[in-house]
């Protein structure tokens, strides 16, 4: 079903939008923390020696380091795997970065269950919750490798700390080369009245091979990628809960915390419509990622069972 | 399939298949650390061969994993696990064990690998390492029998390690914890606040093992974070400091009886190593850091140990 899917990791398309940035621009620096050949760094540290710096594992120091440079003028990119580079330097990341509104880009890769194999300890389900927690940062979750490297782009020339969660393996490609990212803006991927399934990351791809399936059911789907969590477009979510009166989440992060708590909030508070989850409940395990995404209740079929969810609790 | 296989607890038994080892031929008592106070050092250099054998049957099977700091560690496990600490594998709570925690979390193979030898749980397991349902995670995790700690996010273990030395102090208990480290982990801050900690409550009931192989993830250590002098960083925190060839069992086991006797400070033992030890390719390769050997490179490596 998926083999026809072009398929692209969005750590590639960070490493080459980096070097096209470190060409263009002479006041970014890139920091690493011994991971730059995982993360995609490595080819800014190859072609600019002067403007990357590895720290090695510590990942506190990291955060500290980013301040400075940033403190000075600089637009530093920080990037690590996205646990090394959330929780670990949390209060680094609060104290020295968010509270001054640094330009700093915290950019992490092997986020969520799908970095697989390595198991729980690696895969990180917390992040998105963390991250939205600082109230300086803007917190976007690219759907693919395209909207990837836009919102890499973007981020260069938007000052203000930024954190753009990527994962690890080849993930399905949803949109064209050359791509404009909108900033704070929900992206509609496919109009409909019935429900709107609201997705970001990896998620986007499942939300929308399960609007082509509920589609064939009769059943008219809208799908809007909310790559921006933060600021968020509550526009776009209560325009969403007003028109088509039942909304589904999809995230590849725990419950709480994520996407399904920024919607939750928006239409608690402005108008209030059935919101159905699929999210992680727990911590998961090593294994590959499609096994992963099954056996955790994050496929293109949970979406589908999810919206029959919403559907009836409307009525 | 490649097969892993069984060296036994003595190392006694000819190497059998993991399919055709009983439970009886891998079950260890607690008379386990009496026997293996028999075992030869040509027989300990055995166990070591087939453990090198069994991760790297078990990362390939996976198709992921560290192979490398998982095969420089096999000798200090060794020493560990089948001469010095008392432990017992039928009941791997048993609260006076002497605990060993893997810091460096992503070397979770070679400690599967001797789990598996002692009899925590049957060697064939070590076939699902990394797979869905299976108890034995990508990094050491404490579903599995034996484990003490979950790691993997490096610079952990050594704080866990003094919280169970504390805690042996305060129940008068005799055991003994040994936590083994990365060079690169030493990186992490954490590792030098533990130091320091570990030193102000003399915590002589504490050994820590660096695994220095001069690798990390990237590349060489002292290409990503110089970080020698390093048995005088250890010194000037107050630890008794030990350098040894970490591929001699008897050095690690001189080094290890030596820090026995060290009263009112923690020990460090500096394991000088070589990453990936025992297969040619990957001697001092960082390519063989996190990287699955293809079934080509396995067939060669499992020539090259002749087990
Ligand atoms: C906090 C943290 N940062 C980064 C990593 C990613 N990482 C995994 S292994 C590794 C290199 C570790 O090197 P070392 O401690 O020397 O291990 P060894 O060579 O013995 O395998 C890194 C950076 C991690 N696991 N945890």
């Given at each position: 079903m998926t083999s026809t899917v072009t398929k692209s990791a969005t750590r590639e398309a960070y490493g080459q939008v980096l070097v096209e940035l470190g060409r263009e621009d002479p006041n970014i620096v890139v920091l690493g923390g011994d991971l730059n050949k995982s993360t995609g760094t490595w080819a800014f540290a190859q072609q600019f020696p002067e403007r990357f710096f590895d720290l090695g594992a510590a990942e506190q120091n990291i955060m500290g380091i980013a301040a400075g440079l940033a403190s000075a003028g600089k637009t530093v990119f920080a990037s690590t795997f996205a646990v090394f580079g959330t929780g670990r330097p949390y209060d680094q990341i609060r104290l020295s970065i968010a509270q001054p509104g640094l330009n700093v880009k915290i950019v992490v890769t092997h986020a969520g269950i799908i970095t697989g194999e390595d198991g729980m300890s690696a895969q990180s389900i917390e992040d998105i919750a963390l991250m939205c927690a600082l109230p300086t940062f803007t917190v976007v979750v690219p759907a693919d490798a395209p909207e990837t490297a836009a919102a890499v782009r973007e981020a260069a020339r938007t000052q203000g700390p930024w954190y753009i969660r990527l994962g690890r393996p080849a993930t399905p490609v949803v949109h064209q080369d050359g791509y404009r990212f909108h900033l704070g803006r929900a992206e509609q991927l496919k109009g409909g009245s019935d429900v709107t399934v609201i997705a970001c990351g990896v998620m986007v791809s499942a939300a929308l091979e399960a609007a082509e399936v509920l589609e064939g059911q009769g059943v008219r789907c809208r799908v809007l990628n909310m790559a921006t969590l933060k600021p968020t477009d509550e526009e776009a979510i209560i325009r969403a809960a007003k028109e088509t009166g039942a909304l589904v989440t999809a995230e590849e992060h725990y419950i709480h915390g994520g996407l399904n708590s920024i919607v939750c909030q928006a239409v608690g508070r402005l108008c209030p419509v059935p919101v159905e989850p699929v999210a992680l409940t727990r911590y998961a395990e090593s294994g590959d990622p499609s096994g992963l995404l099954r056996k955790y209740g994050l496929t293109a079929e949970d979406v589908v069972a999810a919206v029959r969810r919403a559907l009836s609790r409307r009525g | 399939m490649t097969n892993v296989k069984h060296a036994g607890a003595g190392g006694k038994q000819p190497a059998t298949t993991a399919a055709s080892a009983t439970p009886a031929e891998v079950s260890v008592s607690p008379g386990h650390a009496r026997r293996a106070e028999e075992l030869a050092e040509r027989d300990l250099k055995q166990v070591a061969r087939t453990l090198r054998r069994n991760i790297l049957v078990s990362i390939a099977a996976a198709g992921s994993g560290h192979p490398g700091g998982s095969l420089s560690a096999v000798e200090t496990l060794v020493a560990l696990y089948y001469k010095v600490m008392r432990h017992d594998p039928s009941n791997p709570r048993w609260p006076e064990r002497d605990r060993f925690v893997l810091s460096k979390g992503h070397a979770a193979p070679v400690l599967y690998a001797v789990l598996a030898d002692c009899g925590?749980?049957?060697?064939?397991?070590?076939?699902?390492?990394?797979?869905?349902?299976?108890?034995?995670?990508?990094h050491a995790h404490i579903m599995t029998p034996g484990v003490e700690m979950s790691a993997?996010?490096?610079?952990?273990g050594l704080s866990f390690g003094i919280g169970q030395a504390l805690a042996a102090r305060i129940d008068g208990r005799a055991y003994r914890v040994y936590v083994l480290l990365g060079d690169g982990e030493c990186d992490e801050g954490q590792v030098w606040e533990a130091a320091m900690s570990a030193a102000h409550y003399r915590l002589d009931n504490l050994v820590a093992v660096v695994?220095?192989?001069?690798?990390?993830n990237d590349r060489f250590t002292s290409e990503v974070m110089e970080l020698e002098p390093l048995a005088e960083k250890w010194r000037a925190f107050g630890w008794s400091v030990e350098e040894v060839d970490g591929h001699s069992i008897r050095d690690i086991l001189l080094a290890l009886k030596q820090a026995q006797g060290v009263k009112g400070k923690p020990s460090c033992i500096i394991a000088h190593t070589v990453k990936g030890k025992g297969v040619s390719f990957m001697e001092n390769n960082p390519a063989f850091h996190g990287k699955a050997p293809t079934r080509e490179e396995l067939r060669q490596a499992l020539e090259e140990l002749g087990v």
């Open positions: - | 925590y749980f049957p060697p064939q397991e070590l076939l699902t390492l990394r797979k869905l349902d299976s108890r034995l995670q990508g993997g996010s490096l610079g952990q695994d220095r192989n001069r690798i990390q």
